[in-house]
């Protein structure tokens, strides 16, 4: 029963993937035939060398990296919302995302450089720039930790990952003021969200280090299912509950800096896809819900890079698409979270 | 062999709490026994220190002086791990695990005993199913937890510190949010499990008839902050049960076992 839901969901997930992949790789701003895709992509290259970069460099990357953004903000999402003990946790909505922005903007105006003008070819900007984001994640989260030891109440302690994030775009809009007008531009429009930031030279750093902290999402499945009971019943159950927190908080620090540097800070998918899983799933055992979330994360951050890149007028921001997505889910969650099993 | 041998031992031990920079010591020089095969009931009004000793007893919280033997050795020189082993607990602690079967929450109580990732073998499965099996919950294996009536959680609960396997039981107010028939199923259970599997139960408790009826041996918290020992006929005729409670206008009937006003 519940196995072969688990089974069931899995392989519906990695189909819709696939599904997905495909409508990314043929539908796009630019009309490419089929028939092109297919032999460009099986290494026989096409009369049109125009085609042959878009689908190569432009949009090959871009699933790539939607796919893995989406994968790693999911299980961003998930971690916290088990560390705090808090469904409505995610990596945006606590402020996560806003710290590791102003990393980025910090390490910009550091380097001399324009704010924005994100993530340039040379190695070691971006290596700069992404040891920014980590920094801001992790200075959000050691406040986040903080707080929660003092404030006792959930809905607290979202009120204070939001107030960060105000914190946060405040400090950005100051360095605005100081930033040239081409660096504010570039700064705004990575704030709209985007897949199309990672380059083939830079990916094997984006999806080397998100693949490495995935894995390591999959080897903490036992302290998350003992956490389930709170810290007195991990504790008893021998698991070092501080450590654990740690581990778990650098996992969601590493991911969602490295997806906020070199895509933006994207909302709603960290908060809503641990609850798809859960939902479609029905079950809160992290063995089963680590790998349908890294699915389904993907899945949803596919599915907006298709609408996003499926406008005749013009690319539109992935930010602009999340909450369409998002907002549904969570007023469902929040309006049936008597009905819904693992609120109690 | 004796089967009542000591198993968890304190050594003028003291309990309390930091505030700030000042420590508030609510219980000092204990040297209580706690005997394999015994239920043993501690008792005591509100704030009185149950619940702060019982952290203590579990390692929650470092005792503020004095140590605690368990099986020959010091508590707070185990691992986490072997501690694990040694004292399972229940608290009153509100779970996130609504969306998990009883068989897995259970399943969780196996952690101190698999491996990094947790996974379950054939062995596994069958302590869990004893130990659903024994706690009476095996009916409900297959449901979520959040459809369990509190009743029913509190004996997965215990089933889940069973599949523990520890020789230690330890719980914090079990009966607290039960109506009366699981409130006596519970305590039931919990005297079976020592009486029968030799455990050795420790629980926390506000109600004083079922415990004084059930309970081998009573731990009475006095409004002195003495912690007095002995059997339910020994307090009794000894009048410690007087010393319970702050308020003078309740004293203990020794004729039905309850307090009458």
Same mark, same amino acid.
């Given at each position: 029963?519940?196995?072969?839901?688990?089974?069931?969901?899995?392989?519906?997930?990695?189909?819709?993937?696939?599904?997905?992949?495909?409508? &990314?790789?043929?539908?796009?701003?630019?009309?490419?035939?089929?028939?092109?895709?297919?032999?460009?992509?099986?290494?026989?290259?096409? %009369?049109?060398?125009?085609?042959?970069?878009?689908?190569?460099?432009?949009?090959?990357?871009?699933?790539?990296?939607?796919?893995?953004?989406?994968?790693?903000?999911?299980?961003?999402?998930?971690?916290?919302?088990?560390?705090?003990?808090?469904?409505?946790?995610?990596?945006?909505?606590?402020?996560?995302?806003? @710290?590791?922005?102003?990393?980025?903007?910090?390490? +910009?105006?550091?380097? @001399?450089?324009?704010?924005?003008?994100?993530?340039?070819?040379?190695?070691?900007?971006?290596?700069? *720039?992404?040891?920014?984001?980590?920094?801001?994640?992790?200075?959000?989260?050691?406040?986040?930790?903080?707080?929660?030891?003092?404030?006792?109440?959930?809905?607290?302690?979202?009120?204070?990952? +939001?107030?960060?994030?105000?914190?946060?775009?405040?400090?950005?809009?100051?360095?605005?003021?100081?930033?040239?007008?081409?660096?504010?531009?570039?700064?705004?429009?990575?704030?709209?969200?985007?897949?199309?930031?990672?380059?083939?030279?830079?990916?094997?750093?984006?999806? @080397?280090?998100?693949?490495?902290?995935? +894995?390591?999402?999959?080897?903490?499945?036992?302290?998350?299912?003992?956490?389930?009971?709170?810290? $007195?019943?991990?504790?008893?159950?021998?698991?070092? %509950?501080?450590?654990?927190?740690? *581990?778990?908080?650098? +996992?969601?620090?590493?991911?969602?800096?490295?997806?906020?540097?070199?895509?933006?800070?994207?909302?709603?998918?960290?908060?809503?896809?641990?609850?798809?899983? $859960?939902?479609?799933?029905?079950?809160?055992?992290?063995?089963?819900?680590?790998?349908?979330?890294?699915?389904?994360?993907?899945?949803?951050?596919?599915?907006?890079?298709?609408?996003?890149? &499926?406008?005749?007028?013009? *690319?539109?921001?992935?930010?602009?698409?999340?909450?369409?997505?998002?907002?549904?889910?969570?007023?469902?969650? *929040?309006?049936?979270?008597? $009905?819904?099993?693992?609120?109690? | 062999?004796?089967? !009542?041998?000591?198993?968890?031992?304190? !050594?003028?031990?003291? #309990?309390?709490?930091?505030?700030?920079?000042?420590? #508030?010591?609510?219980?000092?020089?204990?040297?209580? #026994?706690? /005997?394999?095969?015994?239920?043993?009931?501690?008792?005591?009004?509100?704030?009185?220190?149950?619940?702060?000793?019982?952290?203590?007893?579990?390692?929650? /919280?470092?005792?503020?002086?004095?140590?605690?033997?368990?099986?020959?050795?010091?508590?707070?020189?185990?691992? =986490?791990?072997?501690?694990?082993?040694?004292?399972?607990?229940?608290?009153? /602690?509100?779970? =996130?695990?609504?969306?998990?079967?009883?068989?897995?929450?259970?399943?969780?109580?196996? =952690?101190?005993?698999?491996?990094?990732?947790?996974?379950?073998?054939?062995?596994?499965?069958?302590?869990?199913?004893?130990?659903?099996?024994?706690?009476?919950?095996?009916?409900?294996?297959?449901?979520?937890?959040?459809?369990?009536?509190?009743?029913?959680?509190?004996?997965?609960?215990?089933?889940?510190?069973?599949?523990?396997?520890?020789?230690?039981?330890?719980?914090?107010?079990?009966?607290?949010?039960?109506?009366?028939?699981?409130?006596?199923?519970?305590?039931?259970?919990?005297?079976?499990?020592?009486?029968?599997?030799?455990?050795?139960?420790?629980?926390?408790? !506000?109600?004083?008839?079922?415990?004084?009826?059930?309970?081998?041996?009573?731990?009475?918290?006095?409004?002195?902050? =003495? #912690?007095?020992?002995?059997?339910?006929?020994?307090?009794?005729?000894?009048?410690?049960?007087?010393?319970?409670?702050?308020?003078?206008?309740? !004293?203990?009937?020794?004729?039905?076992?309850?307090?009458?006003?």
């Amino acid at each position: 029963m519940t196995y072969r839901r688990y089974v069931v969901t899995l392989i519906a997930l990695t189909l819709l993937l696939v599904l997905l992949a495909l409508a &990314c790789l043929v539908f796009g701003s630019v009309d490419i035939p089929v028939g092109d895709i297919v032999d460009i992509v099986m290494g026989k290259g096409s %009369v049109n060398k125009a085609w042959e970069i878009i689908v190569l460099q432009s949009r090959i990357p871009m699933i790539a990296t939607a796919a893995l953004a989406g994968a790693a903000l999911s299980i961003s999402g998930l971690l916290l919302q088990t560390t705090f003990n808090n469904p409505l946790a995610g990596p945006s909505i606590l402020g996560v995302s806003s @710290g590791a922005g102003l990393g980025v903007a910090i390490v +910009i105006l550091a380097l @001399g450089g324009s704010l924005g003008g994100l993530l340039g070819e040379n190695v070691g900007s971006y290596m700069a *720039i992404l040891l920014g984001a980590l920094m801001g994640a992790g200075v959000v989260l050691v406040v986040l930790i903080a707080f929660s030891a003092i404030v006792r109440s959930n809905t607290m302690l979202l009120i204070i990952g +939001i107030l960060v994030s105000y914190l946060t775009s405040s400090v950005v809009q100051l360095l605005n003021s100081v930033a040239t007008e081409e660096g504010v531009h570039n700064y705004v429009s990575w704030g709209f969200g985007n897949f199309s930031g990672v380059s083939v030279t830079q990916m094997p750093v984006y999806a @080397g280090v998100i693949i490495v902290a995935l +894995i390591g999402s999959a080897l903490m499945v036992k302290p998350l299912n003992a956490l389930l009971l709170g810290t $007195r019943y991990a504790q008893n159950l021998g698991i070092n %509950v501080a450590r654990t927190r740690n *581990i778990l908080l650098l +996992i969601t620090g590493i991911l969602t800096a490295v997806v906020t540097a070199f895509c933006g800070p994207i909302g709603f998918i960290g908060l809503v896809v641990p609850h798809i899983a $859960r939902m479609s799933l029905g079950t809160s055992n992290h063995s089963r819900l680590v790998p349908a979330t890294i699915l389904a994360g993907a899945d949803i951050a596919l599915l907006c890079a298709l609408v996003s890149v &499926c406008n005749p007028h013009g *690319i539109i921001p992935i930010n602009a698409i999340t909450p369409i997505i998002g907002v549904p889910i969570i007023l469902y969650i *929040i309006i049936n979270r008597r $009905r819904i099993q693992y609120f109690t | 062999m004796n089967p !009542h041998k000591p198993i968890f031992t304190t !050594h003028d031990l003291a #309990v309390g709490y930091r505030k700030g920079k000042n420590t #508030v010591t609510l219980l000092r020089g204990l040297n209580l #026994v706690l /005997e394999k095969g015994k239920l043993v009931a501690l008792l005591g009004q509100n704030g009185a220190g149950k619940s702060t000793l019982l952290r203590a007893l579990t390692s929650d /919280e470092p005792p503020l002086n004095g140590s605690i033997e368990v099986d020959g050795k010091n508590l707070m020189d185990l691992s =986490q791990k072997d501690r694990s082993r040694l004292i399972g607990l229940v608290s009153t /602690e509100r779970i =996130q695990a609504g969306a998990l079967t009883v068989t897995e929450l259970v399943g969780l109580g196996r =952690q101190p005993h698999t491996g990094f990732l947790g996974r379950l073998d054939d062995e596994d499965r069958e302590i869990i199913r004893q130990s659903m099996a024994d706690a009476g919950i095996i009916g409900k294996a297959d449901d979520y937890v959040a459809s369990l009536s509190d009743g029913e959680r509190q004996k997965a609960m215990i089933a889940r510190a069973l599949a523990q396997q520890t020789p230690i039981i330890i719980l914090d107010e079990p009966t607290a949010f039960l109506d009366v028939a699981s409130r006596i199923e519970t305590m039931r259970l919990l005297q079976t499990l020592a009486h029968d599997r030799g455990k050795a139960v420790l629980l926390s408790s !506000h109600d004083i008839s079922q415990s004084l009826m059930l309970a081998d041996e009573l731990w009475l918290i006095t409004t002195d902050r =003495q #912690v007095i020992t002995g059997t339910t006929t020994e307090l009794v005729a000894d009048g410690a049960m007087n010393r319970l409670f702050t308020n003078k206008s309740i !004293h203990f009937n020794n004729q039905i076992l309850d307090y009458s006003f």
